[in-house]
């Protein structure tokens, strides 16, 4: 209910047909709230609505869909065929470019009869590219890795400290024992 309601919204009051003298369509361009900001690589979800004001009978359109950025570099364009008969609504996915840069841009569609090109409307919206936010999952497998590194670090050099306190101990007696063994050995007179 909320897309046709967004688009006869469209459809009547955001944009107006785009054409040449004997225009018969009229056509709605929505993005949802969940799409005006989108990354590289992801996708864009676009809702068209388009109605046939002369409704004499079902026209076949041709919609042409661009994404440019504001100073007009094409980014991405697809092409489809619809049926329209009075008036239709339809969900369209794009699909961005990964190397597209952050920044504000416009997504058009231009529709025009398959018959009777001379027929046509554009409609169009803008929506913002964000810089892709980094990956939560590897960024705390990171910080993990580096506690766990300062962990076993720390551990090993417990380890290594006890192993030379302990061996001084031993190397100390054994020290000690060799002295008192020839000091016995001098006095007995061996």
């Known amino acids: ?3 046709f309601l967004t688009a006869l919204v469209c459809l009547f009051l955001s944009v107006p ?3 040449a003298g ?3 369509l009229n056509v709605g361009l929505n993005i949802p709230k ?3 900001k989108v990354y590289p690589g992801g996708e864009l979800v676009v809702e068209l609505a388009i109605m046939n004001l002369a409704a004499e009978k079902r026209v076949d359109v ?3 869909y661009s994404v440019k950025s504001q100073d007009g570099a094409a980014v991405s364009s697809e092409k489809e065929t619809l049926a329209v008969e009075t008036k239709a609504s339809f969900v369209k996915t794009l699909r961005i470019p990964p190397e597209a840069k952050p920044g504000k841009y416009v997504v058009s569609a231009f529709v025009r009869e398959v018959i009777e090109s001379d027929r046509h409307a554009t409609a169009s919206a803008s929506f913002e590219i964000a810089e892709k936010p980094k990956d939560l999952a590897s960024t705390a497998v990171s910080q993990l890795q580096k506690h766990v590194l300062w962990i076993v670090s720390a551990v090993l050099a417990l380890v290594l400290l006890f192993l030379v ?3 001084r101990r031993r190397i100390g007696g054994f020290f000690l ?3 008192v ?3 016995v050995r001098e006095r007995l007179g061996r």
């Open 1 to 3: 209910m909320r897309f």
């Open 62 to 64: 041709v919609v042409d």
């Open 22 to 24: 004997n225009t018969t």
């Open 34 to 36: 969940n799409y005006e």
């Open 181 to 183: 063994h020839s000091i």
């Open 165 to 167: 306190y302990r061996s």
């Open 17 to 19: 047909a785009l054409a």
């Open 177 to 179: 024992k060799n002295k």
